[in-house]
Structure formats: C-alpha cells, structure tokens
C-alpha cells in the first residue's frame, strides 16, 4: 500500500558526507500527510538505532553520536525525507532505514501507515 525506498547509500572516506533520501508512495493510494519520519541505522549483529527523529518535519532529536553532523530535511511536495550526513566516520557504517507515519487515502477513506523502507548501506572508510 505505502512504500518507502532509501537511496543515496554507498562507499565513502572518512570525513566524507553523502545525502540519503527516503522516498514515500502509495502505489495504488495517494499520501496525504506524513506526519513523522525517522531515521534508524543497524550493523550487524546490534540492534537497529535511532539516528534521528523527525515530526512534522519540525522537531528533531539526533542520537547524540551524529549530533552536529547529521541533519534531517524534508521536501513535502515530493513525500521526500533526507538525511544529510557530514564528517563521517567508520562507526558511521550501517544498513540506514527510514520509517515513516501519515496517513493516505485509499479512494474512500483515511488510514494511517506506519512503513519502513528496506534499508541502504553506508560504508565509511578509515
């Protein structure tokens, strides 16, 4: 119903930034409102981790490890979050995911979603 693709992912220096983008559809429903959109990142074998979250693309708290590097945006005629990443490090290396809430409309009625994305790799070298 409501999809989220990642994307801007890749291989990076350290001290590099990139710009990752979440990308929010309904493939047969059309969006309506997104109310929060965050971001999470994981490596292998821990725990996924809040990286930064968003509401209303208003207010936002960042994990204190990107604080001042990392900046969160969102485009809301285009559904479009982003992540901004600066000055990145090797403990910056994840599979970053975003998850997204609204609400779309399926032709008849209002619903809410609460989707993630499948994820985009980041990989930070020393």
């Known amino acids: 119903q409501v999809q989220l693709v990642e994307s801007g992912g890749g291989l990076v220096q350290t001290g590099g930034s990139l710009n990752l983008s979440c990308a929010v559809s309904g493939s047969i429903y059309s969006i309506s409102r997104i109310s929060r959109m965050d971001w999470y990142r994981q490596t292998a074998g821990k725990q996924r981790e809040l990286v930064a979250a968003?509401?209303?693309?208003?207010?936002?708290n960042y994990a204190d490890s990107v604080k001042g590097r990392f900046t969160v945006s969102r485009d809301n005629a285009k559904n479009t979050g982003y992540l901004q990443m600066n000055i990145l490090k090797p403990d910056d290396t994840a599979v970053y995911y975003c998850?997204?809430?609204?609400?779309?409309?399926?032709?008849?009625?209002?619903?809410?979603?609460?989707?993630w994305g499948r994820g985009t790799q980041v990989i930070v070298s020393a």
């Open positions: 968003s509401a209303n693309g208003e207010t936002t």
């Open positions: 998850n997204a809430q609204g609400i779309y409309h399926d032709g008849n009625y209002y619903r809410p979603f609460n989707d």
